[in-house]
């Protein structure tokens, strides 16, 4: 597959191509692709749809390497094509749109090459597209002003925008019909329509947000006071704003497919963090339309309980990780050591097998270091302890045990053990790249 990296051109974003460069060099030769960073305001999603058309054929993934409006671009450019595909690589002050998948790491481009393809919902606003959440009334216009101390290089942007809003963005002369139903009539003070969870990164604006579900969840607040406003602020954070409401009158909830936005003036709404303006929006939500390439579990975990009998379960669960590489040699050296330290936990922890394992595959951010985690609630034992078979010795003169962990020790590069919170817990790791 082509991969092309899509870069914010501006200056200050120079260390985005650094990083992106440094990674490529990491996964070593071999790597289809190319470099584009963009000139300005909208050219990410101008390129990536004008590439499309003359390539109709072409598989090729666009990694959109930034924040959540670099992450937008990229993603309305890819709307209505085939075998194109949406890659992140996180590097922007907010990623809104990634926490929908927690245990995915948008970080690395190893996993990411090793990801898988996954057809997530889009929304439509006019003509323009938002993959994570709009924002109408008091929200747009926190987040316009944010534009404009972001786009001047100011700090804490969020929130002065907020501060700002307090004074102009409380009543907003704006009318919201969804699925044909009017929710307000003269004046609300904000709404939500949201594919995915986050806002400004750290809102959870809409916690039961599905990408994946074909409908977008609905928030809105018809008209509150300052007060309740500061109240809400901490629970908007958290997102148990839907248990602290200020009343079903004035708090409306739904899960729509459609919504039309009418306002008296001219107004600003928010696509992820982009401004758009205008009186009428024809909003609608495009399911599937998205091809996003998840990239590989951050870690994988899972728990067997009973264990007895089921150690080649176990064991090939382990080995499943793709975060092993396709090594025979470095393969047999971890599924050897996997097979012993499990079957340490049976015949010690347990002494037969009867009670519960937790284990795991975590490979460290820069795709080096692969570490292998054993978890269980048994006897206290730690095997470390145990010193080290003399194996010059005859089979008949050595000590009996430890042969297994002396195994570990030998075949991978670091072996660690503590006892917390009333479980064993191991951990091996390995160096695979």
């Given at each position: 597959m082509h991969y092309i990296f899509v870069i914010n051109g501006r200056p200050d974003k120079d260390f985005i191509v650094e990083e992106v460069n440094r990674q490529i060099a990491q996964v070593g030769k071999g790597l289809d692709y190319e470099i584009y960073r963009?000139?300005?305001v909208g050219d990410g999603t101008r390129f990536v749809h004008i590439w499309c058309d003359l390539h109709p054929n072409k598989e090729c993934c666009f990694v959109a390497c930034g924040g959540s409006g670099t992450v937008n671009e990229v993603a309305s450019g890819l709307v209505g094509f085939s075998k194109k595909y949406l890659g992140i690589l996180a590097y922007g002050l907010t990623n809104d749109f990634n926490k929908c998948y927690p245990d995915r790491d948008f970080t690395s481009?190893?996993?990411?090459?090793?990801?898988?393809?996954?057809?997530?919902?889009?929304?439509r606003v006019n003509d323009s597209y938002a993959l994570n959440v709009i924002n109408i009334g008091f929200e747009a216009v926190v987040a316009s002003r944010v534009y404009d101390l972001t786009e001047s290089g100011r700090q804490h942007a969020v929130n002065r925008g907020i501060f700002?809003?307090?004074?102009?963005?409380?009543?907003n002369r704006i009318r919201v019909i969804a699925d044909g139903e009017r929710l307000n009539w003269r004046r609300l003070f904000l709404c939500t329509l949201s594919n995915g969870r986050w806002v400004a990164g750290k809102y959870l604006c809409a916690p039961d947000a599905d990408p994946e579900d074909g409908l977008i969840e609905l928030s809105l607040i018809r008209r509150i006071g300052r007060i309740t406003l500061l109240r809400l602020l901490p629970h908007y954070k958290r997102g148990t704003q839907f248990e602290c409401n200020p009343g079903r009158r004035k708090f409306i909830r739904r899960r729509v497919r459609s919504v039309k936005v009418k306002a008296r003036d001219l107004v600003h709404i928010c696509l992820d963090g982009?401004?758009?303006s205008g009186q009428d929006f024809n909003i609608d939500i495009l399911p599937k339309s998205i091809q996003l390439i998840l990239?590989?579990?951050?870690?994988?975990k899972k728990r067997f309980e009973p264990i007895i009998d089921k150690c080649g379960e176990i064991i090939d669960y382990l080995m499943?990780?793709?975060?092993?590489p396709q090594d025979e040699a470095l393969q047999f050296k971890i599924r050897l050591s996997i097979e012993e330290a499990v079957e340490n936990v049976v015949r010690y922890a347990y002494e037969g097998g009867m009670g519960w394992i937790e284990v795991g595959t975590e490979l460290d951010p820069e795709g080096v270091m692969l570490t292998i985690l054993l978890k269980d609630a048994g006897v206290p034992f730690n095997p470390l302890d145990k010193p080290d078979p003399d194996v010059t010795l005859s089979a008949q003169d050595r000590e009996?045990?430890?042969?297994?962990?002396?195994l570990c020790k030998k075949l991978m590069d670091h072996?660690?053990?503590?006892y917390e919170d009333g479980c064993n817990i191991l951990m091996m790791s390995k160096k695979v790249a």
């Open positions: 963009t000139m300005g481009l190893r996993k990411l090459l090793a990801g898988e393809p996954r057809a997530v919902d889009i929304i700002y809003a307090l004074f102009y963005g409380w009543r982009e401004i758009l990239p590989s579990i951050v870690i994988m499943s990780s793709p975060d092993i009996i045990g430890g042969l297994g962990i002396f072996i660690s053990y503590k």
